[in-house]
């Protein structure tokens, strides 16, 4: 039986339910075994993911899992998966891609928020987007996963929290907060977006290329080209956003300074991923003002 790899939270959970659906339906297949492997990100919850290794925490075991043929393939919030990968392991296909907003939860709008509220969350991008819109908010370090965060918020720990969409959807919570519209939040790279891992060498690669989303895979690829380019980690306030409009990307881009004081902001259009991304990385990082300059390789 093919064997899946994923995290054990209940969004992976339900993302690993939905390739082993597409996989069944593509292959005609019976069943697929979901293998749940525990990462050190998940463990450590008190900490920001920056602070503690960054995306390498969610990924590690996976690979490792992979590498030593464990599971056939990895399931991925490719949001989580850091842009550089091992060789030997190659992105397979990705979902077609969710609502890719960020929801704010706990107030009508960013305008709405009350004086200096205080919002839970440990992007630094959010955190920077925020702060450039309401200069008075503060940003106070929010993790675990989505039921735990939302707990937080109902307890008045915090007076908003941003998640986003494509998580709250996946879990059934459809009512759970505002979409920000993508003028006033980009979102980050990659986020809404499924993906599915395997060897690069081998026959799992080809089995799961056939539930691949095509403009999803390439709006993926040109933010994480994006990302790539700029040399960012997971401590860098980056938002990105690929669209395939009549057959082009559409990639859009910002880097904030961690406060949100500056900010830049580019658009490219290309068709082929990778440059395009890395085009946009240059271009930014040539006019990028010395307080977002220095966040970057
Ligand atoms: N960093 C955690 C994470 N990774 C992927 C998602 C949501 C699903 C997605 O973006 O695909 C989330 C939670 C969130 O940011 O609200």
Redesign the pocket.
Known sequence: MFRLGTRGSP?ALTQAGMVRDALMAAHGWEDVEIVVIRTTGDRVQDRALAEIGGKALWTKELDRALLAGEVDACVH?M??VETLRPDAIAIAATLPR?DVRDRLIGAESIAGLPDAAVIGTS?PRRTAQLRRLRPDVSAVLFRGN?DTRLGKLATGEVDATL??A??LERLGRHDTGVAIPLDVMLPAPA????GIETLAEGPARALVAAIDDAPTHRAIAAERALLAGLRADCHSPVAALAIVEGGALFLRAQLLSPDGAAAIEGEARGDDPVTLGAMLAEDLLERAPPAIRVLFG
Do not use: E, M, R
């Open positions: 969004l919030s949001k989580d969710a992007s989505v998640l986003a494509a998580g986020q809404g977006a499924v």
